[in-house]
């Protein structure tokens, strides 16, 4: 199945936070595209406008500059909404180790003053980005929801206090929440610049730059990589979830298990180059193994991924090829 299947009134008005970002930036595009109206609000502290710069010539969509630390801000962007898509975070584990008070500023307040701001303004569907993080040093595979861990680090934290908000506002406000576990996102758009940059577009870049890569670990940590239209998908699909699955997490992934060295010589494969790794320490609270059992989002909410990670893997480097 595909997240065009999914279709809601015409007058619908969505708003997208974090819409300038990398999985924001997608979701935008792909409502625009289907003739919806978009909001987005974004600080670009990390998003980039340039991913919704082209978005901005459609009558249809509107940018709005703003914080949602500020419940001000808030409130005037979620005024005659019907769905929002709450995307703005701060992701990294890594820099939220370094940087736990902002991360709380923005990732838990932030996320409060935004369902608070959608009750108020009766939002029919809040729909946030949770995380696979979430799960810490539970050792199940796979990541089924109801058996989590103790969490590793500040970010994974954040994710955890989402979880509980958006499970108090259904109880205590009848504002039907969904959070989603994004488990490893990849594809276009996705900034592979930077210390903290996601692993996937990070070797993408070094590689065709003839860049050693660097792998955290003996590379034999497993992910399941998912490929961003499979969120996008997740998504839309909560925003018509039933109000009975309101107020709980599901896993948003593609369901399978994929190992670090692997990908990385499937990489070096398909961009024609021969670099062996340099290998570095693990990094302070990222999790072993994960994979998700989307069983749970496939029976409440129709969740279907479209695209397996070779399918994914596969346009993210045509991508890149054609943009960096």
Known sequence: MSYKDVEFDKDSVFLVTGGAGFIGSNICEALVNEGYTVRCLDDLSTGRYENIEPLTRNKNFTFIKGDIRCLETCLDATRGVTYVMNEAAWGSVPRSIEMPVLYEEINIHGTLNMMEASRQNGVRKFVYASSSSVYGDSTELPKREGVEGNVLSPYALTKRTDEEYGRLYKKLYGLDTYGLRYFNVFGRRQDPNGMYAAVIPKFIKQLMNGETPTIHGDGKQSRDFTYVDNVIEGNLRACKGPSEAGGQAFNIGAGGREFLIDIYHDLCEALGKDI?????????????????????????LGYDPEYDFRQGIALAIDWYKANL
């Open 276 to 300: 062996e790794p340099e290998f570095d320490a693990p990094r302070k609270g990222d999790i072993r193994d994960s994979n998700a059992d989307i069983s749970k989002a496939r029976k409440l």
